[in-house]
């Protein structure tokens, strides 16, 4: 059999066609098995719905993410840190850019100049610590109420967190509680908490400032150099430690550097 | 991926190459139609990169062929022919065809599928290496070999030689 005997031969099987219905029925097919397209998911409702939980959930971790507060100044301001022989390489400086809120300082910007990777780090931490304590906060408010009805145990009304004022003397990480808000400010910069004492008069940058000493524990003293007409912002702030032979040692000192009116 | 014009385009020679490896039009039918629905699996491993379009369907439809065939073959029953089977009504061009068809899909399936890319669908020898992932010396050698078998299965229907019946 030659090979031309054997293609005519293997020609006589033929192939039927396929049924007609066949594309109707891979349309068929397709129509169910195709993905849902994404416009389809994204319908305007479940958009207004994905909206409002975002903003559900930024609230609940950062109640004042929408709430704009203007203030009408900032200060640029830099802190010395004045590290002994076992601080070499960490950072020495730092620089802040703060405003005062009714008697408390507000950071705006901060960095370790020079030395990015400390300036994320510190950052990174910072804001994990923020978001954790933000979200454990309802839950300690649910969890404080529930042994107020169970218990009737009722704890002394507190001051709102917001109550304190707040300086940034030395590290954007190690804000002071100085005080009441109201009575600081009320005061012309002369009041705060802890026995602190108006030690003299300056003019800072021009403005004038009320200077305050605080002593904690007699170990440490803070001293402010607070501007009334700027809601009390410290326009300059120094840390003394005490060393064992008695002396007081410089270890911190924030200057401001420039006063920004109306930013 | 236009999958309807793939199929207008490709489901001809697919239906045909199904057809001649299962030996039944419905299996083939429902081959095609499961190769085109492959594509649109999300875990669908077709890449244009790799291969062309034509050669990644054939080789779809010839695993899915293969399934069926070794699935059919843990059955009982064997594959029937598609047109009539009483010997009275059979014309003689039918009797060789069903004759034909017998034969090739008696072969080794690692024949068969070789000789109806080659002889039936006309593929080079080259492409059908590619879609089944051969070297073109296996291709070659195989196609010898199932024409080989043919020639012997089919000795008796040759124009020029004597019914031996």
């Known amino acids: 059999m030659t090979d031309t005997d054997l293609d005519d031969l293997l020609n006589a099987w033929l192939a039927p066609s396929p049924d007609e219905s066949l594309r109707e029925r891979l349309q068929a097919g397709i129509a169910v098995r195709r993905p849902r397209p994404v416009r389809r998911l994204l319908t305007p409702l479940r958009l207004w719905a994905m909206a409002a939980t975002v903003i559900l959930v930024v609230l609940i971790v950062n109640p004042d993410a929408f709430s704009k507060k203007v203030s009408t100044y900032t200060v640029d301001s830099e802190v010395t840190l004045h590290r002994g022989p076992e601080g070499v390489g960490l950072p020495q400086r730092v620089l802040m850019t703060s405003y005062n809120d009714a008697g408390t300082e507000v950071l705006r910007a901060w960095s370790f100049p020079d030395q990015p990777v400390e300036t994320a780090l510190l950052k990174t931490r910072m804001l994990a610590n923020d978001t954790r304590e933000r979200l454990a906060r309802p839950f300690e408010k649910i969890a404080k109420y529930y042994y107020i009805v169970k218990y009737g145990l009722a704890t002394p009304p507190e001051d709102p967190d917001d109550a304190y004022a707040i300086v940034y003397p030395n590290r954007p990480d190690t804000p002071l509680l100085i005080g009441k808000r109201a009575a600081l400010v009320s005061s012309d910069c002369r009041t705060i908490h802890g026995g602190a004492e108006v030690i003299g008069h300056d003019v800072v940058m021009n403005y004038a400032t009320t200077i305050l000493q605080q002593r904690n524990g007699g170990a440490r003293k803070l001293t402010l150099w607070m501007a009334p007409e700027l809601s009390c912002f410290a326009l300059r702030a120094t840390i003394h430690e005490m060393q064992p032979d008695g002396s007081w040692k410089l270890v911190s000192e924030k200057k401001a550097l420039k006063v920004n009116v109306n930013p | ?165």
Not at chain 2, 29 to 35: K, L, M, P, R, T
Not at chain 2, 104 to 120: D, F, K, N, R
Request: glycine content about 2%.
């Open chain 2, 1 to 165: 991926m236009d999958v309807l014009r793939l199929f207008d385009e490709h489901h001809a020679l697919l239906f045909r190459f199904a057809y001649r490896l299962t030996g039944s039009a419905a299996d083939a039918e429902d081959i095609v139609q499961v190769c085109f629905l492959e594509l649109l699996r999300p875990e669908c491993t077709y890449d244009a990169t790799r291969a062309p379009i034509r050669a990644w369907l054939l080789g779809t439809v010839r695993n899915q062929s293969l399934k069926r065939l070794r699935r059919r073959a843990e059955a009982p029953a064997l594959p029937q022919p598609a047109g009539p089977t009483s010997p009275e009504r059979e014309t003689l061009r039918s009797e060789l065809e069903a004759a034909v068809r017998k034969a090739v899909l008696t072969l080794p399936e690692t024949q068969s599928e070789v000789l109806i890319l080659a002889h039936y669908e006309q593929l080079p020898l080259a492409e059908i290496a590619d879609i089944l992932n051969l070297d073109l010396g296996a291709v070659k050698s195989r196609l010898q070999r199932a024409r080989a078998s043919l020639r012997e299965a089919l000795a008796e229907y040759a124009p020029n030689l004597e019914r031996k019946s």
